[in-house]
């Protein structure tokens, strides 16, 4: 067995430079932010494994797109290390400075949709995987990537995966976060009330019930009670959970009491909450403040189907602890701590048993914006740790790997 320095060494003659450059151009040069786009993307991300002499395999994603997996296999063991990302991108817009889609290079970045959400670590994860094969190290456990399809729509993808009962011991999405670590985010649930009155003539409204006069008082309540609720709870690092109205629709015509009125809700959660004890006190809050209305509480589908919970891992996880170490080895530089706002696939991993962290190449604040690219070393840089990290723990007999979702 290879210490970390010996491993550090091997791969560092292994992983071509270029690679993860070209590789991210030719991912970006491929639109996926539609179904057809992704999977053309995932065709050029197969080609470049199987090129590689790594073995991939394609999971349906309902009827939305395919994730691609690739394996490094060992001769025995569970997954050591899932490595994760998304091959969708939100659209392209009129505004960016550079074609969207030319991955144009100037000056040390690479500009383009998808760049740095998240082509970029994708080609990073795909680039230490070649490495590793490459490089012939000997595993004791497999190293999987899985490549998802419709994250921005839903995270389809990563449900689909959690679904067909993937197991590894431990797991790290690329999204971009500077080369940080992200270790917690909250849970989104999101809800629809639907207020329903009795339709009459504006000129006798006391033979009609006005259901958007009901969801206003409704609304005032669920802000007396539940917004102040929320301001009680409170995590050290997430902060508050948060609710928020975000939608509202009713009425048919100017001259009726409208007889329907119904707005949308949601709730941006922290560990130890739960969707049941979430419904349950909006419909307490909305009960206590229109008792006489006619009121259903219905949870937004999509949410009852793949729910949304937080992701939380432990500072000294150990999981933490030898990623963050192998980052400062390679990059000279301790990572920070981070959580987000923003949801991310990492919390159905951890729903699903693997305990999960976010660590990728680039600036998410450039996520969905017409400025999005990011810069050559950091791709560099991630597809280092990303190669030495799984060296390590699908190499090495004595790590202290799974420890809880
Ligand atoms: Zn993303």
Redesign the pocket.
Known sequence: MLNTDELAEIIGEHLDPNCVNALTQQLVSVPSHTAEGEEQAAAVLEKFLQSAGISTTRQQVEDVGVNVIATLPSATGNVGLLLNG?LDTVPPSSAMPFPPFAATIEDGKMWGRGTA??KGGIAAMACALAAVRAADIPLVRPLVLAAVAS??RGNLGTAALTRSGIRAEWAVIG?ATDLNLVTSHKGVDRYRVIVEGRAAHESMPDLGINAITQAASIITGLHETLWPEAKRHSHPVLGHPTYNIGTIEGGTSRNMIPDRCVFQMSKRWLPGDSPEAIRAEIEAAVRSAEPEAKVSVVREPEFDRIPHPPLDIAADHPLVRTLATVTTQLTGRTPRLDSWGAFTDGALLQEAGIPTVIFGPGDVSL?HTDDEHIELSQLMAAAEVYALFAAVVCSSEEMELGQGG
């Open positions: 998304h959400d998240m994250e921005e999204e996520a």
